[in-house]
């Protein structure tokens, strides 16, 4: 078996605005819906920031960006995956004219990636809307947002032309079928939403990442703009004809945002599908073709875990997952959190999705959430033996490699929290993905020192081997 990587293939990884910058009220910024936010998915939301909230400081990496960007160097990244906080840029979200500190900052930011090297891969929105987008318009629900999502867009676009070539428009965007505040800024509580209301919502943002992609064409030829989803495999429990169908119905929720996304149309099974949410959706007149013409040109996406689906589910244990809920899958161990490790999961995810579209991969999340152990390292600093890390993206690095094998094209690789930060789903600190260790408690202590995990080494010789030390 073929044992290489591409040559060019780009290592590196990923973290998000507002789970690692922190300063959240700093140089003109809005607050954004995660400033409200202190529980993650679970609990309420505040009417202003509190102080319990982990992300209003995150790891600092507002103030701290040159010792990390330093040390993703040394790991060898040839490619860092982040976001711009929307509301460092327009602090409303509506406002006619952007925020230069904003901006400013996002220069110092990406001209410290390119002095080592790293290819910066920026996410416009990765569940950090502007507050007051969802407070004035109840988000994605109002088209609306459409106009101010392509002004904040273009604005970026233009302003880092030749610093930024890889693009992503909404962080699973599929998330706001599940979570409509965290993914697409709908203040009105879930249980008062219609599927038509969600739907309606994803239509909105389907179309702002269409002129999105449109525009980054036209204003840079050289973009290149990725959708990005939460990937999914769903496993039907039994091989017993309900299950396979249960499965199947599974499937075609997660796919429904790729196929529109990278085919440019709604898919076969939409009318069945609506029909049997009871959706219907409002089309204006211009929005196919809009949709046509505004393609992603590849197809990132995020992977931790896989589903198994059953027809009845109450005969099975459940399990939890990232922004979701299945059944135990019996044949997978699962992490601390909960969530099923399915390296084949990612294997199978990657060689059906290139079948499906043809088009370049770009894996942009994966990575195992655990706690970490700080110890001396005896040479008068302190590591973490996460060899269980090392283990969780091995494995998950080899099926990437097979799902290469089987040909599909695959561009790059970006670990998620390469270095800690506040989780999204829960907001705490002690889920743990990086490689870096940041000193930071849930209490908010600690003194937000970085210290170089086992995983550090271990993946700075995956790089410098083109994958072929795993
Ligand atoms: C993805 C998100 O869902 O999973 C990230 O894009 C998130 O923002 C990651 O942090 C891991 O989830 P969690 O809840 O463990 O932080």
């Known amino acids: 078996m073929e044992e290489r990587f591409p040559d060019q293939f780009l290592w590196g990884g990923a973290i998000a605005a507002n789970q690692c910058e922190g300063a959240y009220d700093l140089d003109g910024k809005g607050l954004s819906i995660q400033d409200v936010m202190p529980h993650g998915i679970w609990g309420p939301i505040t009417e202003k920031p509190e102080a319990e909230n982990l992300k209003l400081k995150g790891i600092d990496f507002y103030h701290r960006y040159p010792e990390d960007i330093a040390l993703f160097a040394e790991m060898g990244f040839k490619v860092l995956r982040l976001s711009i906080a929307w509301s460092r840029i327009f602090p409303n979200g509506d406002d006619e004219e952007p925020n230069e500190a904003g901006l400013a900052y996002y220069d110092k930011v990406f001209d410290e990636c390119r002095k080592y090297g790293i290819e910066p891969m920026v996410t ?25 999502f392509e002004r904040y867009a273009r604005t970026v676009f233009e302003r880092y032309k030749g610093k ?23 203040h009105t509580p879930k249980d008062q939403l219609t599927a038509s209301d ?26 290149k703009v990725g959708c990005m989803v939460l990937g999914m495999i769903n496993d039907p429990r039994t091989c017993a ?3 396979l169908l249960a499965a ?18 709604y898919p076969s099974y939409t009318k069945a599908l609506f029909e049997k949410l009871n959706v219907s959706l ?20 995020s992977y931790y875990m896989s589903r198994c689906v059953a027809a009845d589910p109450s005969k099975y244990d459940s399990a939890a997952g990232n922004l979701t809920v299945s059944v135990r899958n019996p044949y997978l161990k699962q992490s601390q959190w909960g969530w099923a490790i399915d390296p084949a999961g990612l294997e199978q995810y990657c060689v059906r999705m290139y079948e499906r579209y043809q088009k370049p991969l770009f894996i942009a999340e994966n990575g195992l959430g655990a706690e970490d152990v700080l110890i001396p390292d005896g040479k008068g600093s302190y590591t973490v033996e996460d060899d269980y890390r090392i283990d969780y993206l091995r494995n998950h690095l080899k099926a990437v490699r097979n799902a290469i094998h ?9 670990a998620w929290g390469c270095i800690d930060l ?35 080494y271990w993946y700075r010789d995956v790089i410098a081997s083109n994958g072929s030390d795993l």
């Open 164 to 186: 930024v070539h890889y693009w992503l428009t909404f962080n699973e965007i599929n998330s706001i079928r599940v979570y409509p505040f965290m993914g697409g800024a709908i």
């Open 124 to 148: 416009l929105s990765h569940y950090e809307t502007p507050l007051h987008l969802s407070l004035e318009y109840d988000g994605w629900r109002d088209r609306r947002l459409i106009g101010f």
């Open 241 to 243: 004809p309900e299950d």
């Open 422 to 456: 506040v989780s999204a789903s829960t907001a705490e600190m002690r889920k743990r993905y990086g490689m870096i260790y940041v000193d930071r408690n849930d209490d908010g202590t600690g003194t937000l020192n970085r210290y170089r995990k086992k995983s550090f």
């Open 248 to 265: 199947m119905d599974q499937d075609h929720l997660y796919l429904f945002f790729t196929d529109v996304m990278m085919r440019g149309a």
């Open 198 to 223: 969600l739907y309606q919502a994803a239509h909105h943002e389907f179309l702002a990442s269409a002129l999105a992609e449109k525009a980054a064409h036209e204003i840079d030829p050289e973009n």
């Open 282 to 301: 409002n089309m204006e007149p211009g929005d196919a073709e809009l949709l046509k013409e505004g393609t992603a040109d590849f197809l990132s996406f």
């Open 406 to 414: 089987q040909g599909a094209e695959i561009f790059g690789y970006t």
